[in-house]
């Protein structure tokens, strides 16, 4: 509901008009320039990457971080453009506009009572500006403050009277009030002042459907679509209007232009579903149904619609399967019990049918006890009531009144660690070089291997597949006529060996070049890389679901679940006696973490990736597989820190996750 609200002035508007006396030399003017550019071109990260710079020549400038902020926010970094702008403030304690976008973002995380106080100040620092009254309406009607919100919304209408966001927002706020007179005024008033917007004409055509006026609400949605034939809100609401007024092929048409708009919308494919069922289109049904279980698999109700359909198609089995999972979803549906128990009696399961039907009358008899106790029940226990209502849009399809289940992690998504470290073949300049981390130790080994290729690097090496073999048969050519320092040598064969996955062979040549020359912390270090990938070509035929896994890595998991745990002691053990050689190198403690990790030795890992980044302040890859060990443990706060920090530090994959994240934060329940 909220993300249509008519939210915060956009964030891009403020660098239109946004300056700042420029006090510094020509260079920091220059970067000052290209970073807003950068933003308004939308390149956020070129403008995250170019303030960076700007920031290390002068730590002091507070413009530099407040636009940083700017951009992190548009990436939906929100917890790293909220510590941007924090040290805006810090630096200039009278900074009206950070306090302001700060607020802005608090309210974005559900921080609410921090961004009301920082909106205070704003406004006790510049009264005269209106921008901070609108937002802190919205964050006022978020926190169900619904009558301190209107004040907001009225200050603000008395300098911008033109905008029709904020009638829309009042208007909600007096619907909460259970005021209809002033909310269709207010939604009356938003569409004579913009008469293109869709957002009033379906906030009043909600409200009509709400009161059963249903021509009313049609005309408004038509209207909503005209102005906006890509806005899915109208055609959802306006499929409902058809439903209520039996005509459901209309119905079913404007549902499926939603999944046109939204192909992964699962409160559409349900109710698409439960219509469909309705007029008898059984299969077509189940296909929506499936749909909805695979986007929202903690969905009890479509688990339990499901096996009713099931049922008529005579798919007793998969029936009975549905109406389980349904019941692990929510113990107390007393009418998955009971229809189960039908199907178990059909399927010559007299056993569980007696005991379906015990716990279910045990839960009905539960339900009538409680049905005049202060305290709600479950409407699952009652055996009366239906669930082939269409949803509104309002409705919540993983969570609500029919979810007793939490989320799953951040975001449920698969969260994949950034693979390890080793040197490998790559073509000349295909990586730039690390600014701000030079080894010396590491450029003496290049310089003594001698191969233009070596790099050391997370990435796949791009050299063609027939160009490792031949390199492979060349440095055996070399190793059988070799008369001095051959293991260099046996170090580059090792290389191409693994490369061509022969890692048995690959883990020998570095035993070999480790017998000549064991004093070589670096050959200790792709010796484990070598044999952490063998131990995953080993446990590739195990397709078992692993929570967190590596992309693009030799060891691709790391089982959080305890079903099955693979050993990478030998690899461990490598970094181990690599860190004795060289302590100070970051890499083999970044290696060793994301080792420890996938053995599920969680506190080890983190310590490592700690010290790594003790080593390396910018590691940014240790930052991101930092953070994700931080998810994993439930430190939620520090590890989308650490996923913030690795985003400024250009890890590609921060962000889409910050997006996710910032995405649940704003579907959060704020009942």
């Known amino acids: 509901m909220y993300r249509r609200l008519a939210i915060l002035f956009p964030v891009f508007l403020l660098l239109a008009g946004w300056c700042h006396p420029l006090r510094a030399q020509y260079n920091k003017e220059y970067f000052y320039w290209l970073g807003r550019t950068c933003m308004m071109n939308n390149d956020y990260g070129e403008a995250i990457r170019t303030l960076n710079t700007l920031l290390r020549f002068d730590d002091d400038a507070y413009e530099g971080y407040f636009l940083r902020g700017i951009a992190k926010y548009n990436l939906d970094d929100l917890l790293g453009a909220d510590a941007d702008f924090t040290v805006a403030i810090e630096k200039n304690p009278v900074f009206t506009t950070a306090y302001t976008y700060r607020a802005i973002t608090r309210s974005r995380l559900g921080n609410y009572d921090d961004a009301l106080r920082d909106f205070a100040e704003a406004i006790e620092l510049r009264p005269d500006l209106p921008s901070a009254y609108y937002s802190r309406g919205v964050t006022r009607l978020l926190n169900q403050q619904f009558r301190e919100a209107i004040e907001d919304f009225d200050m603000f209408l008395r300098h911008e009277d033109k905008v029709a966001d904020a009638y829309i927002n009042r208007g909600v706020c007096y619907l909460h009030l259970k005021d209809t007179l002033r909310a269709y005024e207010n939604f009356g008033t938003a569409i004579r002042t913009n008469r293109e917007n869709p957002d009033g004409y379906n906030r009043r055509g909600a409200l009509y459907m709400e009161q059963r006026r249903y021509r009313e609400a049609e005309e408004d ?60 289109d059984y299969n077509r049904a189940l296909d929506d149904y499936n749909r909805v279980a695979l986007y929202s698999p903690d969905n009890v109700l479509v688990y ?81 009531q239906r669930f082939d209502r269409l949803l509104t849009f309002e ?67 791009d050299i063609p597949a027939d160009s490792l073999i031949l390199l492979d048969r060349q440095y055996a050519d070399e190793l059988r006529t070799a008369e001095s320092e051959p293991w260099t040598v046996l170090f580059e064969r090792g290389i191409t060996q693994t490369l061509i996955k022969q890692y048995t062979n690959a883990v020998n040549t570095y035993s070999a070049a480790i017998e000549l020359h064991p004093g070589s912390p670096f050959l200790y270090l792709n010796r484990s890389t070598t044999r952490a990938e063998m131990v995953d070509f080993i446990s590739s035929i195990d397709n078992s679901y692993q929570r967190i896994s590596i992309d693009s890595d030799p060891a691709r998991r790391l089982n959080g679940g ?21 302590p100070d190198f970051a890499h083999i403690y970044y290696n060793r973490a994301t080792l420890l990790a996938l053995s599920g030795r969680l506190p080890e890992a983190y310590e490592d990736y700690t010290r790594a980044i003790g080593l390396y302040p910018d590691f940014a890859e240790a930052y991101y597989n930092r953070g994700l060990i931080q998810l994993f443990m439930k430190d939620t706060r520090k590890g989308w820190l650490d996923i913030s920090k690795a985003g400024e530090l250009g890890i590609e994959q921060a962000y889409p996750l910050l997006r996710r994240y910032a995405a649940a934060a704003l579907t959060r329940p704020n009942d």
Do not use: W
Not at 233 to 246: D, G, H, I, P
Not at 349 to 373: C, H, P, S, T
Not at 567 to 581: F, P, Q, R, T, V
């Open 221 to 280: 949605f038509d209207r909503a679509i005209r102005c906006d034939t890509a806005y899915l809100l109208s055609y959802f609401n306006r499929a409902l209007v058809y439903s209520e007024t039996q005509r459901p092929l209309q119905a079913l048409r404007d549902f499926d232009r939603v999944i046109e708009l939204d192909s992964t919308n699962a409160l559409t494919y349900f109710n698409r579903a439960i219509l469909r069922t309705q007029i008898g």
């Open 562 to 582: 305890g079903k099955r745990s693979y050993s990478y002691d030998e690899a461990i053990a490598d970094l181990n006696k690599a860190a004795k050689l060289f």
């Open 395 to 461: 409705s919540r399809i993983s969570g609500g009144a029919f979810n007793r289940t939490g989320g799953r992690g951040a975001g449920g998504e698969e969260l994949q660690l950034l693979p390890l470290f080793k040197f490998t073949l790559l073509r000349p300049d295909t990586l730039p070089e690390r600014e701000g981390y030079h080894v010396q130790r590491i450029a003496d080994f290049e310089t003594r291997i001698g191969n233009p290729l070596l790099r050391l690097a997370t990435d796949e090496s």
């Open 304 to 384: 339990y619609n499901r096996a009713l359909l099931n049922t008529d198609l005579g798919n007793l089995d998969d029936a009975v399967r549905d109406y389980t999972r349904a019941i692990e979803l929510y113990p107390d549906f007393a009418n998955a019990y009971l229809n189960r128990s039908n199907l178990r009696e059909l399927l010559r399961d007299e056993a569980g049918a007696r005991e379906d039907r015990a716990v279910a009358r045990r839960k009905i008899a539960e339900y009538r006890a409680r049905l005049n106790d202060s305290v709600p029940y479950s409407i699952f226990a009652d055996t009366t």
